[in-house]
């Protein structure tokens, strides 16, 4: 395991511009030395302006200009290569992928594109930075609680089997992981993935669920809540996982029995919610915010409906990993994150 000084690296993000990448970004500009290359594609999945909004705050804060930010498709192997040969990262925090369960179901070329061309070519191009005699120092990547797919034994420990996804973003995120362990092994990339489970918070993803919740409930539409609301969710709050990489892209894995330098962690908060039960104070943070009317009866607007397809009943995350080898533990409770999604969200709603 080698430790890294992270403030003399330059450090490239992918999927800059979205939830996890941007506030990740805004993070080391403020924390560290560090130079930021950040990259995306600025995708129309979800409304670009969110996009552009999290560029300009970063943008805004980094006086010193430590990021770069370019416009860059990762499924362009040549344009990753030119841009790895250009700047030649010590660390790359690959966050770039096409995410969501649902949207697999109707899209699935996307997710072989982005999350398994793409992520090769990444991959990839660390492999001949090697060759370039500028080595990726370490190489970080999002993986999803999603593999471990409907396993009954909770909660999920990192060993557990994760060879029955449900969906098929869930499989390339298995992919991911797998083809990733090829070429830690081949190639010695040191190499750590992260399982997130369901992460939220401000200036978050308007196709996740709290987002949707809330931008029906200010229209005064129902919520439906699938598998009668029983889903339970490891809702993980943005500030904890920015922590969780922060610390991780330190600490390079150490060698395991195959000659690997590859690990794999669960970013969760350990603390799965029903649905049901996260809208009811969802709505309470975003009545105190000023986003719903003070009395609002969250009740009326709830419909409870049948299980969906790819979708899974539990996410839960065993942190204990994460803690012994890094010694974090998820903050943030989630009364207090969601008062902090609803601040933000009045906050960009009335700008
Ligand atoms: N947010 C979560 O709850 C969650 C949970 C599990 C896993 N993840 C994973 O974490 C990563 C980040 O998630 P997020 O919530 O920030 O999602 P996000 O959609 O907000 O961010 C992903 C970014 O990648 C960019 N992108 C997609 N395809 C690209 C391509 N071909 N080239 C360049 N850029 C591209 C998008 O424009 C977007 O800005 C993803 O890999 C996702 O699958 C997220």
Request: net charge negative; charged share 25%.
């Amino acid at each position: 395991m080698n430790k890294i000084d992270i403030n003399n690296c330059t450090i490239l993000i992918t999927g800059v511009a979205g939830f996890i990448g941007g506030a990740l970004a805004l993070r080391l500009i403020t924390s560290t030395k560090a130079r930021i290359i950040g990259i995306d594609n600025l995708n129309d999945y979800y409304d670009v302006r969110l996009k552009e909004y999290r560029l300009d705050v970063i943008r805004e804060i980094d006086v010193n200009h430590r990021f770069v930010f370019k416009k860059l498709d990762i499924v362009d192997r040549d344009a990753v290569y030119d841009l790895f040969n250009s700047y030649k990262p010590d660390i790359v925090v690959h966050l770039a992928a096409q995410a969501g369960v649902r949207y697999s179901i109707e899209n699935p070329y996307v997710y072989i594109q982005n999350n398994i061309v793409g992520f090769f070519n990444i991959i990839d191009a660390c492999r001949k930075m090697i060759e370039m005699n500028a080595p990726v120092r370490h190489f970080l990547f999002a993986s999803s609680s999603s593999v471990y797919g409907n396993n009954e034994k909770i909660p999920y420990l990192e060993s557990d089997n994760t060879d029955h996804p449900v969906s098929l973003y869930a499989a390339t995120k298995k992919a991911d992981e797998v083809i990733g362990y090829s070429y830690a092994q081949l190639y010695g990339i040191p190499m750590t993935g992260m399982r997130f489970f369901t992460v939220y918070g401000p200036v978050g993803r308007p196709d996740m669920a709290y987002y949707k919740f809330t931008e029906e409930l200010v229209k005064g539409k129902n919520v439906k809540l699938y598998n009668q609301g029983k889903n339970k969710r490891d809702f993980t709050y943005i500030d904890d996982v920015v922590d969780a990489i922060e610390k991780i892209m330190q600490k390079t894995p150490v060698v395991d029995r195959n000659g690997a330098t590859y690990d794999i962690y669960n970013i969760g908060s350990n603390h799965p919610l029903e649905t049901v039960e996260f809208v009811k104070i969802l709505s309470e943070a975003l009545k105190e915010h000023r986003v719903l009317d003070e009395d609002f009866v969250v009740d009326d607007s709830i419909v409870l409906c049948d299980a969906v397809v790819g979708d899974v009943d539990v996410t839960y995350a065993d942190t204990e990993r994460l803690y012994e080898c890094f010694g974090i533990k998820p903050k943030h409770k989630i009364d207090d994150g969601l008062k902090r999604f609803a601040e933000w969200y009045f906050a960009y709603r009335n700008q």
